[in-house]
């Protein structure tokens, strides 16, 4: 019985100028690099194996960090479909590099995790921690929709009529409210026959004269 690794045979059927791309990236300090970019005047062999050094066991890690070119043509290298977007192109290759590294045979997800499709990247769901129901089947399967309920409508319609009204009012209307020539506890609009304009003078002139009150309060001390 031979053994595969996944890794080293999808690098040893890449472009030099892919490997070299690879071999380049950046490790950052979280996978145990400086963050600082690599060389990219690297021949093929240096190139192809500080690739196989870094992702020798992260098939998922591989396939992320080829771009769309470069999928498609391992693709075509190994027998499989080029066509459709980079996800898809990733899902596909991981099933093969999954059924080279198991000889063929069909084995649990216990012994050999399945991957799923996340933000445009595949990557190996890890198990659930905390405290949770129990699910048949990861990831959780969404609910069906729903139609709004009458009363949910209802505030929405509120508080579109709220924000349209809150448009009209004047740009000042906050301080009428402190105004005698409107009751306590309401705001005009444009369409009120309440001067607003005056209103926000004589409030501008209590301003300025508090102001001024504190100013001779000041200088006494």
């Known amino acids: 019985m031979y053994r595969v690794n996944a890794i080293e045979h999808f690098a040893s059927l890449l ?3 892919a ?9 950052y300090r979280y996978e145990g690099g400086d963050g600082l970019p690599g060389r990219r005047d690297r021949d093929i062999a240096e190139a ?31 027998d499989l479909a080029s066509d459709g977007r980079s996800p898809e192109l990733r899902a596909r290759l991981w099933e093969r590099g999954a059924e080279l590294e198991r000889g063929g045979a069909h084995v649990g997800a216990h012994l050999q995790p399945r991957s799923i499709v996340l933000g445009g990247h ?9 405290l949770h129901p129990r699910c048949a089947a990861y990831p959780r399967p969404l609910p069906p929709p729903a139609p709004a309920s009458p009363r ?34 309401t705001t005009p609009c444009f369409r009120s026959r309440h001067p607003w304009q005056a209103c926000h003078a004589a409030t501008r002139e209590r301003s300025a004269t508090s102001r001024s009150a504190s100013a001779r309060l000041g200088s006494r001390r």
Request: hydrophobic fraction near 45%.
């Open 152 to 185: 949910a409508l209802w505030r929405g319609a509120q508080l579109r009529m709220r924000r349209l009204r809150n448009r009209r009012r004047a740009p000042n209307a906050a301080m009428c409210g402190s105004c005698s020539a409107v009751p306590a506890g």
């Open 122 to 130: 595949v990557v190996i769901q890890a198990r659930p921690r905390g």
């Open 48 to 78: 192809h194996a500080e690739v196989v050094a870094r992702w020798s066991d992260d098939l998922c890690g591989l396939l992320n960090a080829l771009t769309r070119g470069e999928l498609a043509q391992l693709a075509r290298r190994v």
């Open 19 to 27: 490997l070299r791309r690879l071999a380049a990236l950046r490790v």
């Open 15 to 17: 472009a030099g100028e």
